[in-house]
């Protein structure tokens, strides 16, 4: 799993796809998901392009592309079930699965730990 300043994750499935999301520090920080829009299938996002909105009682946040994307599919799931969000940020309520179109920019992304040392100077 790799993670933007940003808040976002992606995680490699090794197959030329990834899924993403945003980080367990963003879903507390935006309080209670009431409701999630996705992208459509096919989109193509450009790292750093939002693709996505997450809104929840505080404030709405754009989401944005951790790489250069290809959209596979959105998560059927957040549509009914947006509290996934709060519940299991970086597992069960992936925003979309997408084909990662640059493998290279994965590099630049941090990993765990570099995510961790980043959280703590916030």
């Known amino acids: 799993m790799r993670f933007t300043k940003e808040h976002e994750w992606v995680r490699d499935q090794g197959?030329?796809?990834a899924f993403v999301g945003i980080s367990n520090y963003a879903a507390e920080a935006l309080g209670d998901v009431v409701y999630v829009e996705l992208p459509e299938a096919g989109r193509v996002v450009k790292q750093g392009e939002a693709f996505g909105v997450?809104?929840?009682v505080k404030a709405a946040s754009d989401?944005?592309?951790p790489v250069d994307l290809e959209i596979i599919e959105g998560n059927p799931d957040l549509?009914?079930?947006p509290e996934a969000v709060n519940?299991?940020?970086e597992s069960g309520a992936w925003f979309v699965r997408a084909r990662i179109i640059n493998?290279?920019?994965l590099e630049a992304l941090m990993d765990c730990t570099a995510y961790e040392e980043f959280l703590g100077t916030l």
């Open 79 to 81: 549509g009914n079930d």
């Open 15 to 17: 197959d030329g796809t």
């Open 63 to 65: 989401v944005y592309a």
């Open 54 to 56: 997450v809104e929840s």
């Open 103 to 105: 493998p290279s920019q």
């Open 87 to 89: 519940a299991v940020p």
